[in-house]
């Protein structure tokens, strides 16, 4: 009878699901579609400098420096670090073939790093519970865009820039061996981590691909930083808030906002870039639902590289500013 009753249960919990998850949908298509109406001049100028900051700070910046992070990579020689893959293995009990994406996460930035990650899932080099920690720390922002284009276009300052750098790096190698504690090492693939063939044409269709796909995420997230400022004003809460969802209109909007001390705007800006933001992530979950590597561990270690960020900006801020 037990059983009875609660297979009716589960039965009618289903029904109801089905029942008002399209009222649900429908409700929150209305709210955004009444949303855009009331704050239809708020998200046209949020637009408009979404694609201004793309047009001259992001691309000016981060175009270049795309193409000499991937003409850098392509120049690493993979074969000759197999002492260091053999490190990268001892620390983050991972496979030595995750140097591979790790270094594309630090170099060339997301979402190259959980795209490489899924290929050798996909593959069967690294295992799910390897694959699963590795993409917490892999998907990272690449020089291009921190150095050029937060630090010395939007904070004016490139020793900034270089701090929320090497705060971001710093803070995913600890989070990476956090959770590598209790881990056991892994039975090492014989796969070669070789150098990539060099192609300067390459090398500028994946700058150019990258630029747009920072720029394109940059300026739809910007439409919802413009609603959220008209519903909260320019507030500590609004900072809070849109330093969770995208690094390039978050970097933006704290250089010029008046409420904080530039000390605190730089903390800020260094848990954003450290977190990631909605957007970056995603882009990752585009990658991911072609799998079944769970995002669990992900956000969560997402969420204190984000905050490890910020303490190691605020350390190196206090030594080297």
């Not at 809460?237 to 330093?243: C, R």
């Not at 705007?265 to 957007?279: E, K, N």
Request: aromatic share 12%.
């Amino acid at each position: 009878m037990n059983q009875k009753y609660q297979l009716a249960g589960s039965s009618f919990k289903s029904d109801i699901i089905k029942i008002f998850r399209p009222l649900l949908t429908l409700a929150l298509i209305l709210a955004v579609f009444l949303l855009s109406l009331l704050y239809s001049d708020r998200i046209s100028h949020s637009v408009k400098s979404g694609l201004m900051l793309c047009a001259n700070v992001i691309i000016p910046s981060v175009f270049p420096f795309m193409i000499l992070s991937d003409l850098l990579y392509r120049f690493l020689d993979f074969s000759s670090m197999k002492r260091l893959g053999s490190v990268f293995e001892r620390v983050f009990r991972i496979d030595r073939a995750g140097l591979y994406p790790f270094f594309l996460g630090i170099l060339c930035g997301f979402p190259l790093g959980v795209k490489c990650v899924c290929d050798l899932y996909s593959d069967g080099v690294l295992s799910k519970n390897e694959a699963e920690r590795l993409i917490g720390f892999c998907n990272n922002t690449g020089p291009a865009f921190l150095v050029a284009g937060v630090g010395v276009g939007l904070r004016k300052s490139l020793p900034e820039g270089l701090i929320i750098y090497i705060s971001m790096g710093l803070s995913a190698i600890i989070v990476g061996i956090l959770f590598s504690i209790n881990e056991r090492m892994p039975k090492s693939s014989d796969t070669n981590l070789l150098k990539r063939d060099f192609s300067l044409t390459s090398s500028i269709k994946n700058a150019g691909f990258g630029t747009l796909g920072v720029c394109s995420y940059l300026t739809f997230f910007a439409c919802i930083v413009g609603l959220l400022r008209g519903l909260l004003g320019e507030t500590l809460p609004y900072l809070l808030i849109i330093s969770f969802i995208e690094i390039g209109s978050a970097a933006s909007i704290l250089s010029k906002t008046a409420i904080l001390s530039s000390s605190l705007t730089l903390l800020f800006t260094s848990f954003a870039v450290g977190f990631s933001g909605l957007s970056v992530h995603l882009q990752a979950i585009s990658y991911l639902n072609e799998t079944d590597i769970s995002v669990k561990k992900y956000f969560v270690m997402k969420l204190l590289e984000g905050i490890f960020a910020a303490a190691i900006t605020f350390i190196l801020s206090k030594v080297f500013l």
